[in-house]
């Protein structure tokens, strides 16, 4: 049984915007603390300052000890001292007075100092005094000195509202943001996972994601997780489709091949005929013959559609020319004209029957391309082939004067069953050309901007062994 996790990504982020939330308030709560103590006191001692005013005033023992008391009653003090032309002046002090544990001077109160003065409020013990001391409007200060507890229940008081607005400023800013990103983010990933889901389950069915017209994030990992499933789509039907082709291929190869032999066998007869066309035409046929023997049996030895390792060796370029095209013309009406441009003496370091296969795919397909075209005529239609030599590099182009490849043949171009322009066309020429020409080192592409269709071929020489060059020098002088 699998085991689900007890939130998901809604819950995480529920959670992690209460946190957040949470701590940003903790932070507000520190100096808002702060300056709510600042502010208790500074009126506290703006009401020590109207009764010293009153005091002062009032002429000597016309204030009785009750109205005394009564007055700092009012200020929540228990002495309130004036400090006028150098000589400090107590005006009313309580019955019990009481020595203060601390000084609070809001004459010089500071940001810095103010948070641990207020949090020194909050965790002190009970029945402890300050004496605080401001700017006074006659004379050069005022003080008073308080009970501490009144401040510290004023301060929890005003900590346990703060508390409440800030539980409910997070209930509805978290519930806003649980609702936004659900609807906006939880909703649409969950849609995304679940397609992935569906189409690793049954990549041939019905699990292709919905895309939108979002232009965000979102709206793009739709967009590109749609693309791949439908290019993964395709992929798995051509893959499909060349499994069950090599299946078919092998059966037939099996059989193929003890044919291919006996016309082996038959066509080696030719060569005693007494017709000369037959006796020059008759090697050529059997060169042939042994190229799909060999080709069959390398099937049937491998079992998969893949080409076996190049056996280069250095040949002439024009011989694999001709060879290409007297194949590809052999039993077909003339009227295309053969352009050779070779550089005289060119090799090229390939595999000789391989090279082969290509140049009889590309020139294949240009014959077919300028077939469709109706009437030849070789001033017109035309297939050229050229060859040079560019340091350790040998380049050679393909070209016709066809009608071209369609743009769909373009975008696909060397893949099986879609690089085809023909009706019925399985565009494997192309990608066995592809195959051979990587497997040399080298690459094949379309030219652009050429009339009909080019394809130029580069392919390296191999690397020069030093030591074994050497030692077959050493050899060759002995």
Known sequence: MRNFPRLGLSGKLLGLTILFVMVAEILIYVPAIANYRERWLEDRLGRARSVALVLEAAPAEMVSPALTRELLHSVGAKAVALKLSGARKLLAISDTPEEASELVDLRESRFWTAIPEALGTLLAPPGRTIRVVGAADR????????????????????????LLVSLLITAITGAMLYVYLDRMIVRPVRHLTGSMTRFRSDPEGEGIAESSDRDDEIGIAERELAALQHQLRGQLQSKARLAALGLAVSKI???????????????ERLEDSSDPMVRRVAPKLLSTIERAVDYCRSVLAYGRAQERTPERARVLLSDVV?????????????????????????????????????????????????????????????????????????????????PGLSEKARQH??????GSTRQGGTG?????????????????????????????????????????????RKRART
């Open 253 to 267: 190869n099996h059989d193929l091949r003890n044919l291919l032999a006996s016309a082996q066998l038959l066509s």
């Open 322 to 402: 001709d060879d290409a095209e007297e194949a590809v013309t052999l039993g077909r009406p003339s009227g295309i004209a053969w352009i050779s441009a070779i550089e005289r003496g060119l090799e090229i370091d390939a595999d000789p029957d391989q090279l082969f296969r290509v140049l009889v795919n590309l020139t294949g397909n240009a014959v077919q391309a300028l077939e469709s075209k109706g009437d030849l005529d070789p001033a017109r239609d035309q297939i050229r082939i050229s060859g040079r030599r560019e340091g350790g590099l040998v380049i050679i182009e393909v070209s016709d004067t066809g």
């Open 139 to 162: 004379g050069e200060f005022v003080e008073a000195v308080l009970e501490e507890s009144a401040l510290k229940a004023a301060m929890l008081n005003f900590s346990v509202n703060l």
């Open 413 to 418: 171009l060397f893949e099986a069953f879609h």
């Open 428 to 472: 494997l020429g192309l990608v066995i050309s592809h195959e051979i020409i990587r497997a040399h080192g080298g690459e094949i592409r379309l030219v652009e901007g050429t009339l009909g269709a080019t394809f130029r071929i580069v392919i390296p020489d191999r690397p020069l062994d030093l030591a074994a060059h050497a030692r077959e």
